[in-house]
C-alpha cells in the first residue's frame, strides 16, 4: 500500500488547481489524471473567457500550463484511475487503480463530468464512432465537407457547432424547444445565429439514428405537433449536458442527484474528503469556477489537517 498525505482525483481545472495549492503547502499531493489527462478542456478548441488571456487559449495547452505549474510546485502526477474507495474510517481513506492500493489523510474529488447522451437504446450504441460523436474538437475534422447537426441549446452545443463550420459543408443545430428557451449566452446566440453555414431548427427533438455502416440520417419529432420528419446528415454531435463521475463513490459518500453534496464551502459527508468542479457543480460548469472551487478544496484541506494537530 502507499500511503499519501494529499490524494487529488480528476486532473481538470479544480484538481490541477487544487495540486498546485497543497504542492506549494509542501504536501506533496498525488494526482491521478484518469485516462483522459485535463479533463474536458482537452476536448476544447479556444478558451476565450479566462482572464489572463486577452487572445485566448487553447483547451489542451491551457490544462498543460496548469499541470506544469502543479509539478514544478511538487505535485506528483499519474495516468490512472481510481475505481475503487473505502472511506469508511476518515482518519485511514483508502482508493484502489484497479489492484494497486493507496490510503491517504486527504482526499480531494474533482472527477468533473461526462457527455449525456441520448439513451436511444441499441441504435445509438451502433453509431458511436460512425458518424455519432460527443467530441466535436476531437472527431471534426473527419466530417469535412460533409453535413452534420449539432443537438443543445447551450454554450457548448453554439461553440461545437461553430467549430465545425471550419470542416462541414453545413452544420444544423437542433434544439428541443424554441429560441428564448435556449440556454447560450446572447454573443454565443449571435455568433451562431449570424454564421451563414449553420442552420438552426427549433423545437425537434433527435428520436433515432438511421443508416446501414455509418450514420446516414436522424428522426425529428417535433416537439409540439408531435410530428416525425427526417433529416440527412453524415455526423451528429450531442451537447446536452453532462453526468457527474460519481459511480465509484456510491455508497461512501453522500451524493445529490449523482453530485456530490457539498457541506460547508467545499466539505463532504466525511470531514476528511473535499470536493471542487463539475463535480459538485451542476449549475455553472465554467473553467474558471472550478479552478476557484480546487483552490477552495486546498485551503480548506489545509485547515483541517492544521486543527488534527492542534
Known sequence: MTK???IIIGSGPAGLTAGIYTARADFEPLIFEGMTPGGQLTGTTELENFPGFPDGVQGPEFMNRIRQQAQKFGAKTVIK??????FSNPKNLKLWAGDEEFSAEIVIIATGASARWLNLGKGEERFRGKGYSSCATCDGAFFRGKIVGVIGGGDTACEEADFLTKFAEKVYLIYRGPKEKMRASKPMLKRVFNNPKI???LN????DLKGETFLEAVELT??????????????????IGTIPNTKFLE????????FVKVYGKTGTSVPS???AGDVSDPHYKQAIIAAGHGAMAALDAQEYLASLND
Open 4 to 6: 499519501e498525505k494529499v
Open 251 to 258: 455508497g461512501q459518500i453522500e451524493l445529490d442527484r449523482g
Open 204 to 207: 425537434e427533438n433527435v428520436t
Open 273 to 275: 474528503v473535499f470536493v
Open 81 to 86: 484511475t481510481i475505481d475503487k474507495v473505502d
Open 222 to 239: 417535433n416537439s409540439e405537433t408531435r410530428e416525425i420528419s427526417e433529416l440527412k446528415l453524415q455526423g451528429l454531435f450531442v451537447a
Open 199 to 201: 442552420e438552426v431548427i
